[in-house]
């Protein structure tokens, strides 16, 4: 069935379908504990945060794990395990020493050992972990708290990498399981943060519960961001998996569940009507949704036939297969909307309501002949699953055969690491977002590299573009990066890595008893929330 938007269901009748929904929650488990949150975040099947950049992978991590330096509001990098540090007089050494009362949920400490073998193997795949590696003369500790990184030429950026939010973040583990290849999944969730995972409790499908680490020291400052005291406030909490969307919110509505991570617009009115209910953004700055083809086979392996993405998309049609107009945009830079970095280089080829024609001719150039094109379909992603709806119509309209491959989340991961041709298991085109804050730093953003295997999902490759993205390490004020992001972006349309779907702010959905839930970019963490 080829669907080229979903329908909207209308206010009264999305509210009295989800007032009539059986209720399975309620059949299925007691009435909520006052210091229990339940929490509907999507299906969690990988846990590793070096080898999976989902969003809901991200959540999990940011439970479990911490890192050496954090965000906070104003999106500037501030210590977070890391207690002191400094750098030498020659802006080639740094020096990290570990705050005190860092332990791992099993009891054992936080060592420096530690946090050299999660760098490394966040090195391993991540386009700024990368750099730090390769501009590395040794990582390593001086004792049992403290360790260096020694440079073998400056690199202002350090501090803001490894604050980084966009995944792969470096979340540090132990040692033993940070000490295997980035392409090994660790399954242990055994971290050092404000949360344990409940391996006695966990129901693969089902939910997962994370209860309070009553070990866990956080920082004295107030919480900030992802920065400052991780300080709990609840005991326990759940996160079920509940793919049916009315389902989901019948329960939110029943008090079965206190947050809803993504809402579907068409219940946004019947949401903002409920007294008992709120409707939060808290990524003020949006989320961009995006397509990556794969380079390595055809037709994508042809530029022109990358280029004919560019040309084939109407924005406004993808994003309104989801959300309502009033939250919706275009985006056209590769540096995002609201990014300091934000330009109209080489953006030509954008043209509201899409140019088919266009596209048709430059699938003929780039000599397509037929070659079956698959679509990763995630049915439990409502927009990836609405998206790839209608870019496989309209891929047939101008004569691309074009086949959805719809999947659960897991064999949607399992699929997407697969580099071969279609034949052999392998795929053409699927869909992903990442906030607007994402594709304000090309070092660390895999999205934004172009060297090809060694890269991110889709392998583009283009030297001349890496070249000028290394660059971006050695500039030094917002003017002189401002003009190397257009030469950038000139670049990258050429070649055409990624190919812009359109920006939406997308609100969570919560019970207004639930409050002080932070808000930020790139990921949504469970400290510092109240129920009252």
């Known amino acids: 069935m080829t669907i080229s938007r979903r329908d909207l269901v209308k206010l009264g009748l999305a509210a009295g379908t989800a007032m009539s929904t ?11 504990a ?32 911490d890192t050496l330096f954090a965000l906070d509001s104003k999106l500037m990098p501030q210590p977070q395990m890391v207690g002191k540090w400094g750098v030498s007089d020659d802006k080639k050494t740094y020096t990290f020493e570990l705050r005190d009362g860092l332990a791992w949920h099993d009891g054992t ?3 420096a050992a530690d946090c050299v073998a999660s760098i490394r193997r966040w090195g391993q795949v991540d386009p700024g972990g990368q750099l730090i590696m390769a501009r590395a003369r040794d990582i390593s500790k001086k004792d049992d708290k403290t360790f260096t990184i020694a440079l073998k030429e400056p690199l202002g950026l350090v501090i803001d990498l490894l604050a980084k939010t966009a995944g792969p973040v470096p979340f540090v583990m132990r040692e033993k399981d940070a ?20 391996h006695a409790l966990a129901k693969p499908g089902a939910s997962f519960t994370y209860d309070r680490n009553e070990e866990y020291v956080p920082r004295q400052e107030r919480a900030d961001g992802f920065a400052g005291g991780k300080v709990v406030n609840v005991d326990r909490v759940i996160w079920d998996n509940i793919s049916d969307q009315q389902t989901a919110f019948a329960a939110l509505q029943a008090g079965e569940v206190d947050f809803l991570l993504d809402p579907p617009a068409d219940l946004y009115p019947a949401i903002k009507s409920d007294p008992s209910l709120d409707l939060e953004v808290l990524d003020k700055g949006g989320t961009v949704y995006f397509i990556r083809m794969n380079c390595l086979q055809k037709p994508f392996d042809n530029v022109k036939a990358r280029q004919a993405m560019l040309h084939l998309i109407d924005q406004e ?27 109209d280089e080489n953006t030509g080829w954008y043209k ?14 780039a000599r397509y002949g037929g070659e079956k094109v698959v ?64 594709f304000s ?6 999205v934004l590299s172009a060297n090809g295997e060694e890269g991110w999902f889709g392998w583009p490759k283009s030297d001349e573009y890496e070249a000028l993205r290394a660059k971006w390490a050695d500039v030094e004020t917002v003017e002189e990066r401002q003009a190397l992001a257009r030469k950038i972006q000139q670049e990258h349309w050429n070649f055409v890595g990624t190919v812009l779907l359109g920006e939406a702010v997308s609100p969570i959905a919560r019970r207004k008893t639930l409050t002080g839930v932070i808000g930020m970019p790139e990921g949504t963490a469970m400290w510092n929330m109240q129920k009252a």
């Open 34 to 65: 006052a210091r229990t949150v339940r929490m509907v975040m999507g299906d969690l099947t990988d846990f590793d945060p070096i080898v999976s950049t989902r969003t809901i992978t991200a959540n999990h991590s940011l439970a479990i794990y």
């Open 352 to 365: 509201k309501g899409g140019d088919p024609e266009k596209a048709k001719q430059l699938f003929k150039e």
């Open 317 to 343: 049609a993808f994003m309104r297969t989801t959300f309502p107009p009033e939250y919706i945009s275009a985006v056209t830079s590769l540096f995002g909307s609201h990014t300091p970095y934000s330009n």
């Open 375 to 438: 679509l990763l379909q995630p049915t439990a992603e409502s927009f990836d699953n609405n998206a790839m709806q209608l870019l496989a119509a309209t891929l047939r309209k101008i004569g691309v055969n074009a086949e959805l491959a719809p999947s659960d989340d897991a064999g949607f991961s399992a699929r997407l690491r697969n580099k071969g041709p279609v034949e052999n298991g392998g795929w053409s085109i699927f869909s992903t977002s990442a906030s607007d804050f994402y």
């Open 441 to 446: 730093n090309p070092l660390g953003s895999p």
């Open 109 to 111: 400490p936080v060592t």
């Open 22 to 32: 059986p209720s399975v929650l309620r059949a299925q488990t007691a009435a909520t």
């Open 179 to 198: 000490d295997r290849p980035a392409t090994e999944q660790v399954n242990a969730n055994i971290g050092s943060g404000p949360f344990k995972f409940n």
